[in-house]
């Protein structure tokens, strides 16, 4: 079944409006709030080869559960980004990792340490339940 132009023209539309209303809300400036964009070419450097712990969200722009986390992981991040990683990674156009790590499902939260899968926590969770995750990990 092909997918009337229009349609997607006005699917797309609402999706911007929405996206620009959460990010209203939760701005995010990259790197201040202790979240780092990562891809394909730099994921090996700036998360498996990182000094301290990371821990990555793996997600999509079109996936409602991962826009709702995208908060919850800035406010987490933002209160240990002195002692791990936080990494955000779009599956879209970096598919190479993705398939790599075997994320299957997003929203999926994987921790590193020393370059390995420690952990992970697939799907929408609460603040608490993503700090449970990682402070085993976090050093200091």
Same mark, same amino acid.
């Given at each position: 079944?092909? !997918?009337?132009?229009?349609? +997607?023209?006005?699917?797309?539309? #609402?999706? @911007?409006?929405?996206?620009? *209303?959460?990010?209203?809300?939760?701005?995010?400036?990259?790197?201040?709030?202790?979240?780092?964009?990562?891809?394909?070419?730099?994921?090996?450097?700036?998360?498996?080869?990182?000094?301290?712990?990371?821990?990555?969200?793996?997600?999509?722009?079109?996936?409602?559960?991962?826009?709702?986390? !995208?908060?919850?992981?800035? +406010?987490?991040?933002?209160?240990? #980004?002195? @002692?791990?990683?936080?990494? *955000?990674?779009?599956?879209?156009?970096?598919?190479?990792?993705?398939?790599?790590?075997?994320?299957?499902?997003?929203?999926?939260?994987?921790?590193?340490?020393?370059?390995?899968?420690?952990?992970?926590?697939?799907?929408?969770?609460?603040?608490?339940?993503?700090?449970?995750?990682?402070?085993?990990?976090?050093?200091?």
């Amino acid at each position: 079944m092909d !997918e009337d132009p229009e349609v +997607r023209r006005i699917m797309d539309e #609402k999706m @911007k409006a929405f996206l620009d *209303r959460r990010l209203a809300e939760d701005p995010r400036d990259d790197e201040p709030n202790g979240v780092i964009d990562v891809s394909d070419s730099d994921f090996a450097e700036r998360i498996l080869r990182a000094s301290v712990p990371a821990v990555v969200d793996f997600w999509a722009s079109w996936c409602g559960p991962c826009i709702d986390m !995208e908060p919850v992981f800035l +406010r987490v991040a933002a209160r240990h #980004k002195e @002692k791990m990683v936080f990494g *955000r990674l779009n599956v879209d156009a970096n598919r190479a990792t993705a398939m790599a790590h075997f994320v299957r499902s997003i929203p999926t939260m994987v921790i590193f340490q020393d370059g390995e899968e420690k952990g992970r926590v697939v799907g929408r969770v609460s603040e608490q339940e993503l700090e449970t995750a990682i402070m085993p990990y976090i050093s200091g």
